[in-house]
């Protein structure tokens, strides 16, 4: 099983600023398989970026992913209230799929 | 509009089996693949397995000996069933669409899911 590692644990900014959230596999993993998701209290996860740095449909340029290998990130390049949220890495080129533990991004 | 929207009941005794159904509708479920992931509160996100379009099922292994996940295309549903149920499948449930596009699949759909609580 592939372990996702997501740093830091809690991501404390303002909004304007920008956020870069970590993710590090335990073992290589294609870009192509790699997918991040935000979810805020009391809601379903929301598509963000798949196949490492392609945005969903609707998402904000704002928002993008980058890495390979075993390290990924997903920078938010301003942030915007609604942004404050957990956010997921998840991989799916081995089965079984898994998703890191989470960053929460809170207001400074 | 895709929706998709869990049902089934919020509470299950222990040792028994929990059953949801994930009702979808705005999109074909004669393509894609079906999935269930869980949530215990306050906690991470675990994928609990699907069934493709094809007929195929794929489950994590950490469940795969009390989990059945099945899809009625008529009605639209999809299902799942987790046998011999502990305080440790507390969870928020969420049925989701995983869909592959060009060697890449997400999980672009989801329910708004649905709490289950395992007590007596």
């Known amino acids: 099983e592939i372990v996702l590692t997501q740093s830091p644990g809690t991501l404390s900014l303002s909004p304007g600023e920008r956020a870069t959230l970590s993710c590090r596999a335990s073992?290589?993993?294609?870009?192509?398989?790699l997918a991040w998701y935000q979810q805020k209290p009391g809601q379903a996860p929301r598509l963000l970026i798949y196949?490492?740095?392609s945005r969903a449909t609707g998402i904000p340029d704002r928002f993008s992913g980058s890495g390979s290998g075993t390290d990924f990130s997903l920078t938010i390049s301003r942030l915007e209230p609604e942004d404050f949220a957990v956010y997921f890495c998840?991989?799916?080129?081995?089965?079984?799929?898994?998703f890191g533990q989470g960053t929460k991004v809170g207001v400074k | 509009q895709v929706q998709l929207q869990e049902s089934g009941p919020g509470l299950v005794k222990p040792s028994e089996t929990l059953s949801l159904t994930c009702t979808v509708s705005?999109?074909?479920?004669?393509?894609?693949?079906w999935t269930w992931i869980r949530q215990p509160p306050g906690r991470g996100l675990e994928w609990i397995g699907f069934?493709?379009?094809?007929?195929?099922?794929n489950y994590n292994p950490s469940l795969e000996s009390r989990v059945t996940i099945s899809v009625d295309t008529s009605k639209a549903q999809s299902s799942l069933k987790l046998r011999s149920v502990t305080a440790a499948d507390t969870a928020v449930y969420y049925c989701?669409?995983?869909?592959?596009?060009?060697?890449?699949?997400?999980?672009?759909?989801w329910g708004q899911g649905t709490l289950v609580t395992v007590s007596s």
């Open positions: 989701a669409r995983e869909h592959c596009s060009n060697g890449s699949c997400s999980f672009d759909y």
């Open positions: 705005g999109v074909s479920m004669s393509t894609s693949y």
């Open positions: 069934l493709s379009y094809t007929g195929s099922t």
């Open positions: 073992q290589s993993i294609s870009s192509n398989y």
């Open positions: 196949g490492a740095s």
């Open positions: 998840q991989q799916y080129g081995i089965s079984p799929k898994t």
